[in-house]
């Protein structure tokens, strides 16, 4: 509403139309909105930025992510962070994009020197750092990525997302109580994610509780109006 409001006051405001496509493009992981309804808000805000003022690192970044998530499009995506870490090396977001577009395409190394620039940037962020812990995780260097989201839960013990990632090194290490334990505190915290919940379920599943993981999936079911 606020970035509505700043378009509406100055209709070439390009940041205003980046920030409001940032807003969009965050509402499926964060709120579990319909990606089918909030990626292409956040495509057309961003496009319009760049219409603005093409040289907006945030816009270059926003359609890096929508290239990732939603479009499933390696290349355009890479080309859109790159681009918008060339004009803007300092926008933290497209760093913690590259590297998940890294980290889910085998690239662990690179990724990993992302997410240690996003900590440069970004040092006391709860999901920066959460972030970083996943590229580890990804790259099978799960000590160190216990150890970052300890330095997480330390500052913010409630942050879902921190339990998540614990939940998913614990179901790697097939310790399904610490893992029911981690998603069921990311559940709790984040007010019923969907990824929390659905996690949840799959840890209980593999445990042997088919009638808890069940209730879970049904819950599930009903949220989505399936």
């Not at 907006?56 to 939603?70: M, P």
């Amino acid at each position: 509403d606020a970035f509505r409001k700043a378009i509406d006051l100055d209709p070439t405001f390009a940041l205003a139309y980046a920030s409001l496509a940032e807003a969009y493009r965050r509402l499926p992981i964060t709120s579990d909105v319909d990606p089918k309804d909030a990626f292409p808000l956040a495509k057309a805000a961003a496009q319009k930025a760049l219409e603005i003022d093409d040289n907006l690192a945030d816009a270059h970044s926003v359609l890096g992510w929508i290239a990732f998530w939603y479009d499933w499009d390696w290349a355009a995506s890479e080309k859109e962070f790159r681009r918008a870490i060339d004009l803007n090396p300092s926008v933290v977001e497209a760093h913690l994009g590259y590297g998940h577009l890294l980290s889910c395409t085998g690239r662990n190394a690179e990724a990993i020197e992302q997410g240690q620039r996003v900590r440069e940037l970004d040092p006391l962020s709860p999901i920066s750092n959460t972030i970083a812990a996943f590229f580890f995780m990804d790259a099978g260097r799960n000590d160190e990525a216990l150890a970052l989201l300890d330095k997480v839960l330390a500052m913010a013990p409630d942050f879902w997302v921190a339990h998540l990632h614990r939940g998913f090194i614990a179901l790697d290490a097939k310790n399904y109580p610490d893992a029911i334990a981690e998603f069921s505190n990311a559940r709790d915290h984040s007010g019923g994610s969907m990824q929390a919940v659905s996690m949840l379920a799959y840890a209980k599943a593999l445990s042997g509780d088919r009638p808890g993981a069940q209730t879970l999936l049904d819950e599930l079911q009903q949220q989505v109006g399936k």
